[in-house]
């Protein structure tokens, strides 16, 4: 059996005649670039969080890079981050000017732990990133206390937790604004590059919605009030999500079974450690993330039985070479750099398989027996 770490076409088969005609119908009034399908989507995205504002853009990153950068992050500005994500989270705030300031993560719920924040902390510290990893929420209450008393900016990278919750209230809600990443394979997927940045403030909102689109005033395009960027969503792009958004509450919840279902048929491996999720949040479950003994030799051995399965992430982001001028050290970040000897993602999407599964658990299963 081959299990691929992703499946993109096996939800596109699924949804085939809907994305189709969304495809077709942008090609047929030629709005490519904002227009219609983008404005739809904007709305529709807006509406299922709940808030007033939803601004498209290329991409997760520049969602991230161009919310900091509006709300004045910059040169001589510390912002705080998880030492455990993708670089895009790290990678906007230095591209702001401002200095990235790493936390180690929480050895239970992987994200940035929020006990370490406030040493942190310095006269220069700006905004705090939480990155919602691999469909977890972070400890927002906790994140929001220390923001609001200290007088900080909080930006949710909701990259990887689309529709997740904590407390009962959807992540990317929490901070000033919530960005957000349509890579094909993050939990909602565009068929290229797309992102947006969700939020209830006003100003942010416009300004925002401006930098993405050249400093254009909104009013008379001809005018520019700033330099910006070219980040926009295409109308392609803009269909193909407002025809999959209304699928994504089935397929968290699917993701979510899928996790549950890895939880019971991986009990009593004392090899492996499943994942855990945060106490009143609800895991969207982008990656299942084991923490297992002997792991190279497990990942190994899975592909060897045609099981793909990845890291999030092998090298922590304080350790990438691109840091290496931080001059940090593993005894910065002992949780973290424990994690990363230990960690491996299996395979999680709503189309895998009962087969797939008991396939997979088994496997990891015969590995520990045998070797
Ligand atoms: C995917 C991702 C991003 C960046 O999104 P792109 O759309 O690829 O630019 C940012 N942060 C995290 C945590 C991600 O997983």
Known sequence: MHIPFVDLKAQYRAHRPEIDAAIAAVIESTAFIRGKFVADFEKAYAETYGVKHCVSCGNGTDAIFITLKMLGVG?????ITTSNSWIASSETITLTG????FVDVEDDCYDL???????AITPRTKAILPVHLLGQPAQMDVIMEIAQRRGLHVVEDCAQAHFAAFGGRRVGTFGIAGTFSFYPGKNLGAYGDAGAIITDDDALAEQVRMFANHGADRVNKHEHLLEGVCSRLDGLQAAILSAKLPHLDA????????AAQYDELLRGIPEVTTPKIRAGASHVFHNYVLRAQRRDALQTFLKEQGIETTRHYPVPLPFLKAYAYLGHTPADFPVVTQ???EIISLPVYPELTGDQQQYVTETIRGFYVRK
Do not use: C, L, N, Y
């Not at 732990?113 to 040493?119: G, H, L, P």
């Open 98 to 101: 401002a200095r990235v300031v």
């Open 339 to 341: 994690h990363s000897r």
């Open 75 to 79: 040169p001589g500005d510390e912002v």
């Open 113 to 119: 732990d929020a006990t370490k924040i406030e040493a």
């Open 251 to 258: 397929w968290t919840r699917a993701r979510q079974e899928r």
